[in-house]
Antibody, heavy 123, light 107 residues
């Protein structure tokens, strides 16, 4: 069974930093692209970042570019999100998600999600 | 960026009703469109991928259609466990974007 378990969330002051982790199990972690998605309280889903299976390729939403770094340790089956210069608008539940590709359709989707970890940025 | 617009943003329906949610992309997403269901306090769950492909294990009352810029999620006969918020997502181009969500409530 695929499991994704996020940790590292908490309360931080504006300008502070946090590192989120996502521990993966139940699948060959090193074979899959991974993503972070966030959801502000009472709001919709917003894609944050993705990383290739080997970690060589990363992409970011404009809203976090330059402040956030996605990385992974395939030996530890863990995905990370280093968040710096945090702002009030970064307050959200952060989900990690596993990307799955359909070779029939040539498209991809998020077939597994973690339970989320809450980041609160407030003075 | 491809903007995804869902409508309605909320709806009230009764058990057994047929429910249709639409998602419009600001530019073509081909068939790179997924639908997720989210219940309060829970992570989203994938229902449909590639616009119309039902994920294994998802009840057949859910269906998706469309291509290009206009997509539809249909629940043929609403069940109590279907009351939730539904999101579309395009994966045609980066940044990946979600619709604003449609909350399906009990009438």
């Amino acid at each position: 069974e695929v499991q994704l378990v996020e940790s590292g969330g908490g309360s931080v002051q504006p300008g502070g930093s946090l590192r989120l982790s996502c521990a993966a199990s139940g699948f060959t972690f090193s074979s899959y692209w991974m993503h972070w998605v966030r959801q502000a309280p009472g709001k919709g889903l917003v894609w944050v970042s993705r990383i290739s299976s080997d970690g060589s390729s990363t992409t970011y939403a404009d809203s976090v570019k330059g402040r956030v770094t996605i990385s992974r340790d395939n030996a530890k089956n863990t995905l990370y999100l280093q968040m710096n210069s945090l702002r009030a608008e970064d307050t959200a539940v952060y989900y990690c998600a596993k990307e799955s590709t359909s070779f029939v359709t040539g498209t991809f989707h998020f077939d597994s999600w973690g339970q989320g970890t809450l980041v609160t940025v407030s003075s | 960026d491809i903007q995804m617009t869902q409508s309605p943003s909320s709806l009230s329906a009764s058990v057994g009703d047929r429910v249709t949610i639409t998602c419009r992309a600001s530019q073509s997403s081909s068939r790179s469109l997924n639908w997720y269901q989210q219940k309060p306090g829970k992570a989203p769950k994938l229902l449909i991928f590639a616009a119309s492909r039902l994920l294994t294990g998802v009840p057949s009352r859910f269906s998706g259609s469309g291509s290009g810029t206009d997509f539809t999620l249909t629940i043929s006969s609403l069940q109590p466990e279907d009351f939730a918020t539904y999101y579309c997502q395009q994966t045609y181009s980066s940044p990946l974007t979600f619709g604003g969500g449609t909350k399906v409530e009990i009438k």
